[in-house]
């Protein structure tokens, strides 16, 4: 088969995680025979530097005319002191909204050798951690109407809205209740339905879109026993499904109780199968350019758009066991590395994936 891919390296390691992610890809098709044909556009920092924006239209245009879009990271220091829509972080807001990605799926996982890197205890880590968050990405609180009034007794008061309609909630829980169907059939829904109306018409949809999936085995839960059940019991989770605003605070929570931000993968996806990958970690100017950064993220995130755009599940998980044989075999890079580790660079790390990809 045969595929376009929109490659945006961004900033910072994003272009060294890239390089890597590339090489896989190119591994991917001649160990399979798929055909990919990638085109470089810029988004961030760089094209603020080439164009004087963060998202040119010439890379949105790219974007939605191919089959999948890999993206590094943006951001840097060089562009901090910029206004917030000027900044490379808006062309990321910009390219999701303009693809209509709503859907953010987050995996967690705690690979059997990297157990250590875990902040839980290790009874409770014990048969790893295998979580799929399911972000909604473009409605509630974060797009809701927004303000500030000036009070007579108390000063300035500031309010967001958190409005969910029937449509958005429908669309990202059947995106769910499909992801569940492809792992372990167990959905949990995150909400605050004893207090928040829009919690209510959340769960509602939930009960009503889940009589369409019989074998998947639902449950719902408050946010605040969620943050805690992560800690306490995190191995009782398969697929979790929530609003914009739980899901950033949650996902964020799942990624760190897997101990390295340099191995979490993400995918957007919206309507079809065009989706948006990129790793979770942002474009550490603090190692750029040093051969320092873990690819793993990135190179994961191709497994997921083989997964998820293309329908190569194989693939992606020859991906993973290659990823997985690297590790079993004690190589690390800096970021997870413990003490007796063989510690490797970027270059390295990307080359013995690949090589154990085409050994499968
Ligand atoms: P960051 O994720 O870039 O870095 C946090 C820490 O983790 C740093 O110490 C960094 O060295 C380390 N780290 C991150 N990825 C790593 C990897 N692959 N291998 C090894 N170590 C890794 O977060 P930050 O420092 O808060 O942000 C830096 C810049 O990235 C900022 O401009 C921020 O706005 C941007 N950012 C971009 C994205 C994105 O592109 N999606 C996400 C988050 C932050």
Redesign the pocket.
């Known amino acids: 088969m045969k595929f376009n891919i929109a490659v945006l390296p961004?900033?910072?390691?994003?272009p060294e995680?890239i390089e890597q992610s590339i090489e896989i890809i190119m591994a991917v098709g001649e160990k399979y025979g798929h055909k990919f044909i990638l085109t470089e556009a810029k988004l961030?920092g760089c094209a603020i530097d080439a164009y004087g924006e963060p998202l040119p239209s010439e890379t949105l245009e790219l974007c939605k005319n191919s089959d999948a879009v890999l993206?590094?990271?943006?951001?840097?220091?060089k562009?901090?002191t910029l206004p917030g829509n000027k900044?490379?972080?808006a062309g990321?807001l910009g390219i999701r909204a303009g693809l209509g990605l709503f859907a953010n799926l987050r995996p967690a996982v705690i690979y059997n050798s990297l157990k250590d890197a875990s902040p839980l205890r290790s009874d409770i880590v014990k048969d790893g951690i295998d979580i799929m968050v399911v972000r909604e990405l473009t409605g509630g609180m974060y797009f809701g109407d927004r303000g500030r009034k000036q009070t007579n007794d108390m000063g300035q008061a500031a309010y967001d809205t958190e409005m969910y309609s029937e449509f958005e909630v429908e669309r990202i829980v059947r995106l769910a209740f499909e992801t569940a169907m492809k792992r372990k059939k167990l959905l949990t829904s995150v909400d605050k339905a004893n207090v928040l109306e829009s919690s209510r018409l959340w769960r509602e949809v939930v009960l009503k879109v889940s009589a369409d999936y019989p074998e998947v085995t639902l449950n719902h839960m408050y946010v605040d026993n969620a943050a805690m059940q992560l800690i306490r019991n995190p191995m009782q989770f398969d697929v979790m499904v929530t609003t914009n605003m739980f899901g950033d605070i949650l996902s964020d929570e799942a990624s760190m109780i897997t101990g390295?931000?340099?191995m979490l993968p993400s995918a957007s996806l919206g309507k079809g199968t065009l989706g948006l990958y990129?790793?979770?970690?942002?474009?550490?100017?603090?190692?750029a350019g040093q051969d320092?950064?873990?690819?793993?993220?990135?190179i994961l995130s191709v497994a997921m758009m083989m997964k998820y755009s293309f329908g190569l599940d194989q693939i992606a998980s020859d991906i993973e066991s290659a990823v997985c044989k690297v590790l079993d075999k004690g190589y690390r890079?800096?970021?997870i590395a413990s003490p007796g580790s063989n510690v490797i660079g970027t270059k390295m790390m990307g080359c013995l994936i690949k090589n154990e990809l085409l050994a499968l």
């Open positions: 961004g900033d910072g390691i994003g995680v961030g993206l590094g990271a943006v951001g840097g220091y562009w901090d900044r490379p972080e990321l390295s931000i340099g990129e790793p979770i970690h942002g474009s550490a100017p603090d190692i320092k950064a873990n690819p793993i993220a990135t890079t800096g970021d």
